[in-house]
């Protein structure tokens, strides 16, 4: 087993090593990959027989940096961590106990639930609520709003563990600035549309919140322009259903937020098909955004 964690340098990075090497099935190497510069501090794990260093390059971006490590890998079996999240103990043992049960030894990764940590330590419930179904259609899980309250699947990079030849056949693809783990899974879906999907439906991941985290860095017109690129093909319901959920929930943390939510639930009809539970939805939200904001001004003015 190779761990892969892609890196720019945080504090938090020793923290992600720690949990890598903590785990019950302990890994056969911890591959640190440097996106920035190589003299990246490791301390205490500087001379660990298990850790090593690969340096991605300069300003690459986070999947660049990922598939160098698996390039670089020599196992036969990949785990992706982020360097501010944080493993339990028996993450890679309940993943590989679930590995075992594959039907092939190349088209298969396993996932887990995981739990968001606020900057603060505060937990946020376990994510996803739903599990995975075997024959489920992956795009549906994670991105169709069947009902008004039914929540929808995620799968997040920490979580994942894949054969390396995977990544090898289907590679991160380097030129997206954000969405890059649901991108890489439905290019590999788009691939191997027989892909298996296996879930531990238990949390094994701190999902560890920032505010220079990757959701702070996503666009609202650069989250449409993925979702139509990547999405279409799966029919105008499941891009409207994305934008209506992921892309809203990304221009809600934008400045002007009510005006860009407007927009964006705009661009969902545009460009999508939306159904009756996530265009109710989405106006719920934008009705509170539109009423905080009267309230803000009424209270500036008095």
């Given at each position: 087993m190779s761990v892969v964690i892609p890196t720019v340098g945080r504090s938090t990075l020793v923290r992600a090593i720690a949990s890598a090497l903590?785990?019950?099935?302990?890994?056969?190497?911890?591959?640190?990959?440097?996106d920035g510069d190589p003299a990246v501090d490791l301390w205490p794990?500087?001379?660990?027989?298990?850790?090593?260093?690969?340096?991605?390059?300069?300003g690459v971006g986070?999947?660049?940096?990922?598939q160098a490590g698996i390039v670089a890998a020599r196992s036969g079996i990949v785990a992706l961590l982020d360097d501010d999240d944080v493993w339990h103990a028996e993450k890679l043992r309940a993943q590989l106990d679930l590995a075992a049960t594959a039907r092939g030894d190349r088209h298969?990764?396993?996932?887990?639930?995981l739990r968001p940590v606020t900057p603060t330590g505060g937990e946020l419930g376990i994510v996803p609520r739903i599990k995975f179904e075997a024959g489920e259609d992956l795009p549906s899980y994670l991105f169709r709003k069947k009902t008004l309250r039914?929540?929808?699947?995620?799968?997040?990079?920490?979580?994942?563990?894949?054969?390396?030849?995977?990544?090898?056949?289907v590679p991160f693809d380097a030129s997206l600035p954000f969405h890059q783990d649901i991108g890489w899974l439905m290019d590999v879906y788009s691939r191997f549309p027989?892909?298996?999907?296996?879930?531990?439906d238990r949390p094994l991941v701190d999902l560890h919140l920032s505010p220079d985290s990757m959701i702070s860095r996503i666009t609202p017109d650069g989250s449409i322009r993925w979702a139509r690129d990547r999405l279409s093909r799966y029919g105008r319901r499941l891009v409207a259903d994305f934008i209506l959920t992921q892309t809203l929930e990304v221009a809600t943390r934008r400045p002007n937020a009510t005006r860009e939510q407007l927009r964006v639930t705009g661009a969902a009809f545009r460009y999508g098909a939306p159904g009756v539970a996530v265009t109710a939805r989405a106006l719920s939200i934008v009705c509170r955004s539109l009423l905080w904001?009267?309230?803000?001004?009424r209270g500036e003015g008095t």
């Amino acid at each position: 087993m190779s761990v892969v964690i892609p890196t720019v340098g945080r504090s938090t990075l020793v923290r992600a090593i720690a949990s890598a090497l903590n785990q019950s099935a302990a890994p056969a190497e911890v591959i640190v990959c440097v996106d920035g510069d190589p003299a990246v501090d490791l301390w205490p794990f500087d001379d660990h027989a298990s850790v090593r260093v690969v340096h991605a390059g300069v300003g690459v971006g986070g999947n660049a940096a990922r598939q160098a490590g698996i390039v670089a890998a020599r196992s036969g079996i990949v785990a992706l961590l982020d360097d501010d999240d944080v493993w339990h103990a028996e993450k890679l043992r309940a993943q590989l106990d679930l590995a075992a049960t594959a039907r092939g030894d190349r088209h298969w990764f396993a996932t887990c639930m995981l739990r968001p940590v606020t900057p603060t330590g505060g937990e946020l419930g376990i994510v996803p609520r739903i599990k995975f179904e075997a024959g489920e259609d992956l795009p549906s899980y994670l991105f169709r709003k069947k009902t008004l309250r039914a929540p929808q699947g995620f799968i997040q990079s920490s979580t994942l563990m894949f054969p390396r030849s995977l990544a090898i056949d289907v590679p991160f693809d380097a030129s997206l600035p954000f969405h890059q783990d649901i991108g890489w899974l439905m290019d590999v879906y788009s691939r191997f549309p027989e892909i298996e999907v296996l879930q531990v439906d238990r949390p094994l991941v701190d999902l560890h919140l920032s505010p220079d985290s990757m959701i702070s860095r996503i666009t609202p017109d650069g989250s449409i322009r993925w979702a139509r690129d990547r999405l279409s093909r799966y029919g105008r319901r499941l891009v409207a259903d994305f934008i209506l959920t992921q892309t809203l929930e990304v221009a809600t943390r934008r400045p002007n937020a009510t005006r860009e939510q407007l927009r964006v639930t705009g661009a969902a009809f545009r460009y999508g098909a939306p159904g009756v539970a996530v265009t109710a939805r989405a106006l719920s939200i934008v009705c509170r955004s539109l009423l905080w904001r009267l309230r803000g001004e009424r209270g500036e003015g008095t």
